[in-house]
């Protein structure tokens, strides 16, 4: 299995021992995955999910500045700064969760323990006292040409003003698998979420490359009726279909679903969107694969995983060990687990486990994006989609 290992560097080597405090850390590390946002145009994305800094012994540091580079051949062709006024927002907001005892709660998603590494608090501010750190979260960069590395370098001062410094850098791969995928529904379907930069998808690392998928009726909506009952969603106990030929290697059962978890008629946006919330920390407690419901996860070749959830109780046809092939009926679209209406997640990892796995972009070779005519391009958000069999 491919792993995202922790990326640690420091200027150690090149700093004087009273200066060389400062660590930064990238997580995922190693590689940052591109994804296009604008085939027209051939502008491209990359999210870097976590830049940790921290401070392990010596005496405080303050930051005052990220400087994130995206390079080729070696030349900066485009540099965003990180003020200080988000680095202390962003050590504000890591704080605050860990204050709210969410951060071992979400830590299959933030995985603070893995970015931060042991031993290492949260800071309440940009300053970094021994043994505290802070984390920025989620920083996009649109990359308008080539790009083959980010540099990061964070700058600060110790408590006699002298300057600190720290860098590392991540190779910028547009990812090639060596799989053939198909899309994992039939027909003609909505792409509710796609890996844009507006979805909440792209900015946790087990789900950055997901896809939300549904049907649409010819009254241009998700349901029938007032869609405060399953059975009125066009996309449920749909056929979910295998990408490509694999391995079952794991399969959730045991999730319920209910209308009751549907927006009810007369209830607001945001009390729905409050109960959600709620609904989704209950599950959490139990484990944090509680979310995805009943699911099935595949391994392909180049251990690439496919892994399908929410899906509807009773339907997953398939067990461990299982050889399947491209296009085959694996399970239903559902409502289990942190679901806001009938839908398939899908994602593609580099693991098996869809909680702490790290996303992988993928293309699907069957596919015409209606309106564009595009074929063999990333999907976006909002595109509507036919499958060619």
């Known amino acids: 299995m491919r792993k995202a290992p922790l990326l640690f560097l420091t200027l150690a080597s090149l700093l004087p021992a009273d200066l060389a405090a400062l660590d930064l850390r990238f997580h995922p590390g190693e590689v940052v995955y591109t994804y296009q946002t604008s085939p027209l145009k051939d502008l491209s994305t990359v999210v870097l999910q976590n830049i940790a800094l921290s401070q392990r012994d010596g005496g405080a540091v303050t930051l005052e500045s990220v400087e994130v580079q995206a390079r080729a051949g070696g030349q900066a062709v485009q540099t965003l700064i990180i003020p200080a006024t988000r680095i202390e927002a962003s ?4 704080s605050a969760l860990e204050a709210a005892g969410l951060l071992k709660l979400y830590d299959f998603q933030l995985q603070t323990s893995r970015s931060l590494g042991e031993g290492i608090k949260p800071s309440p501010g940009r300053t970094l006292a021994p043994g505290t750190g802070l984390l920025i ?3 996009p960069l649109l990359l308008t040409g080539p790009a083959d590395e980010v540099v ?5 001062t110790d408590a006699a003003g002298k300057p600190v410094e720290a860098r590392g850098s991540l190779r910028v791969v547009t990812h090639k698998s060596p799989n053939e995928y198909w899309l994992p529904l039939a027909g003609t379907l909505y792409v509710a979420a796609a890996p844009d930069l507006d979805s909440h998808h792209r900015w946790a690392i087990n789900q950055e490359f997901a896809l939300d998928l549904v049907a649409l009726g010819g009254n241009g909506n998700t349901h029938q009726g007032e869609g405060s009952r399953l059975a009125d969603f066009y996309s449920y106990g749909r056929e979910v279909l295998a990408v490509a030929d694999g391995t079952v290697v794991a399969v959730g059962t045991s999730a319920l679903e209910s209308d009751s978890r ?3 008629p007369g209830e607001s946006s945001e009390a729905f969107q409050q109960r959600t919330a709620a609904e989704q920390n209950e599950l959490l407690a139990q484990a944090p694969i509680a979310a995805a419901g009943n699911y099935v996860v595949l391994r392909h070749a180049g251990e690439e995983y496919s892994q399908y959830l929410h899906l509807k109780p009773g339907s997953v046809r398939v067990k461990p060990g299982d050889q399947v092939r491209r296009g085959q009926p694996i399970g239903q679209i559902g409502h289990s687990g942190n679901s806001t209406e009938p839908h398939l997640h899908f994602q593609l990892t ?3 486990d869809p909680m702490t796995s790290r996303g992988l972009p ?3 070779s069957n596919v015409t994006v209606e309106g564009w005519e595009y074929e063999n391009v990333p999907l976006q958000t909002g595109w509507i989609v036919t499958t060619k069999q």
Not at 91 to 94: P, T
Not at 152 to 156: K, L, M, R, S
């Open 91 to 94: 050590a504000k907001k890591l």
């Open 137 to 139: 979260m989620g920083t």
């Open 152 to 156: 990061v370098i964070a700058h600060g």
């Open 262 to 264: 549907l927006r009810q």
């Open 350 to 352: 580099d693991g098996p």
């Open 362 to 364: 993928i293309v699907f």
